[in-house]
């Protein structure tokens, strides 16, 4: 169960989607003995105050001997920021409430010791499951040391993403082109295949209709397929292109890409030549990439899915059919048999313009037979539940 306190903090903290990576969405409500809400306050950019702090500040000398409703726990150490539990403690706050416990291993518990310490009564579990539902990313990033992958696809009715000649382009409508680039902007980076940037030479940019960050674009190209001239180098654009490939791509390719503004990060290979996936996944990681949506091809969506590193499927679905045998559908690869079918939870289904779009998560991995196991995940790296 989640207070009204704790609903109204988790609503704050969502005005951060987009804006506060590598942080989380973080919201807090100061309350009174009275059971009202003095003040309010969210995380609203990375490098900018704390939603506990917003919310002291806001309160003030109101503050004194009430309660703190906050929807991560407080952090304790120094970064861009001051630690919000000096903050807290200066305060004059009795009483803290919090929803969940900081994921990361590194600082997990620190912030609740720290305000018990200081006689600071602590309460943890209000809210619980929506606070950790709100920050998928920061909890899968800081458990799992990867990105949280939204896998993202355009089909007819049929189940096709292109005709039988490979058109696909404005397969939806605007109100579907819109909320596509909205996904954007909620994601660090945007990734595709070679193939996508030869067939499609996209720019992959946020163009929305509100303030945004450019993402980061990334590229699996194994080969060195991306000519230097392709869009998705285009040094007008504020943020930097990573292209993974293999040993196998030319290095004079490598020294035309950084050339044209782009950065090569070779990875390992798997048996069949292609990046290895959990490498690539680690290296975003490092780079505090905590989301990226995928719009690569039939292929690149197949790889991650078989891999176990897909979280969540955003598909939209046009009311027309295309038919033909050639015509290419979302997933491409081998497939799978009834038994190890990924399975999926609905979260929403909603209608824009005349399409309609289906979200949901990827369930855990069900066993792999031995036979099948993945060849791109080393053993460290098997697939895993998902926050």
């Known amino acids: 169960m989640t207070s009204r306190y704790m609903q109204r903090a988790l609503t704050l ?7 506060t990576s590598p942080n989380p969405m973080v919201g807090a409500v100061v309350v009174n003995d009275a059971g009202d809400i003095v003040s309010e306050g969210y ?52 009483r803290v409430v919090i929803a969940t416990r900081d994921p990361n291993p590194h600082v997990a518990g620190g912030g609740i010791e720290r305000l018990r310490a200081a006689n600071i009564a602590v309460e943890v579990g209000d809210g619980q499951e929506e606070a950790e539902a709100l920050n998928r990313p920061f909890f899968t990033w800081s458990r799992e040391h990867r990105p949280y992958l939204t896998l993202k696809a355009a089909v007819s009715l049929d189940g096709k993403v292109a005709t039988a000649a490979g058109e696909s382009k404005y397969l939806t409508s605007a109100p579907a082109l819109q909320h596509a680039h909205e996904l954007r902007r909620q994601h660090d980076a945007i990734l595709v295949g070679s193939g996508t940037i030869l067939q499609d030479n996209p720019r992959l940019t946020y163009r929305g209709r509100r303030r945004g960050r450019q993402p980061v674009r990334v590229v699996l190209d194994s080969r060195g397929r991306t000519p230097p ?29 950084f ?55 955003v598909l939209y679905l046009a009311p027309l059919i295309l038919g033909g ?61 998902k926050s």
């Open 13 to 19: 903290a969502r005005r951060g989607l987009g804006y």
């Open 325 to 385: 045998r050639e015509s290419p559908t979302a997933v491409g690869g081998r497939g799978f048999d009834l038994g190890t079918a990924p399975r999926l939870t609905p979260e929403r289904v909603h209608r824009l313009g005349p399409d309609v779009v289906w979200e949901g998560a990827f369930q855990p991995r069900r066993a792999i037979h031995e036979s099948e196991e993945v060849a791109c995940l080393p053993e460290s790296w098997k697939p895993s539940a």
């Open 229 to 257: 001239d392709a869009l998705v180098l285009d040094p007008e654009i504020p943020s930097p292109t990573l292209i993974f490939a293999t040993e196998a791509a030319p290095l004079e390719w490598e020294r035309q890409i």
């Open 259 to 313: 050339g044209a503004g782009g950065e090569v990060v070779r990875v390992g290979q798997t048996p069949e030549g292609h990046v290895n996936l959990a490498e690539v996944m680690a290296q975003l990681a490092d780079r505090q990439i905590l989301s990226v949506l995928v719009e690569g091809g039939p292929t690149v969506h197949a790889a991650f899915i078989q891999a176990g590193l897909a979280d969540r499927w």
């Open 43 to 94: 995380h609203a950019k990375r490098g900018g105050p704390h939603a506990e702090v917003a919310a002291l500040k806001a309160a003030g000398a109101r503050a004194q001997g009430h309660t703190l409703y906050v929807t991560l726990e407080p952090c304790n150490h120094t970064g861009l920021t001051p630690p919000c539990t000096e903050a807290i403690i200066q305060s004059g706050i009795r």
